[in-house]
């Protein structure tokens, strides 16, 4: 499985941006997909998570503000960003586990400016 995320871009503070994360095959067998993302200078960091079932997690700092979501029919995942800010900046990946298996697609760059 191979997944390319795109959608990245500038944006200034209080924007909006929507990831989306597009599998070469289904997702419907996934168990678990999610976003990442690494700032310059820092860990990757999990953002958020979604599982077959739609059970939905979020790290702190983005709750209220992303959501992510799934369309099993367009084998693709979204991230809708909203009220970025600059602290957001940074190469965000999408995920997606399937079994004992993990795959990682290539990254999008995300910068906000102030």
């Known amino acids: 499985v191979q997944l390319q995320a795109s959608g990245g871009g500038l944006v200034q503070a209080g924007g909006s941006l929507r990831l989306s994360c597009v599998a070469s095959?289904?997702?419907?067998?996934?168990?678990?997909m999610g976003w990442y993302r690494q700032a310059p200078g820092k860990q990757r960091e999990w953002v958020a998570d979604i599982s077959s079932g739609d059970s939905i997690n979020y790290e702190d700092s983005v709750k209220g503000r992303f959501t992510i979501s799934r369309d099993n029919a367009k084998n693709t995942m979204y991230l809708q960003m909203n009220s970025l800010k600059p602290e957001d900046t940074a190469v965000y990946y999408c995920?997606?586990?399937?079994?004992?298996?993990?795959?990682w697609g290539q990254g999008t760059q995300v910068t906000v400016s102030s």
């Open positions: 095959g289904s997702i419907s067998s996934m168990n678990h």
């Open positions: 995920v997606a586990e399937q079994g004992q298996d993990l795959y």
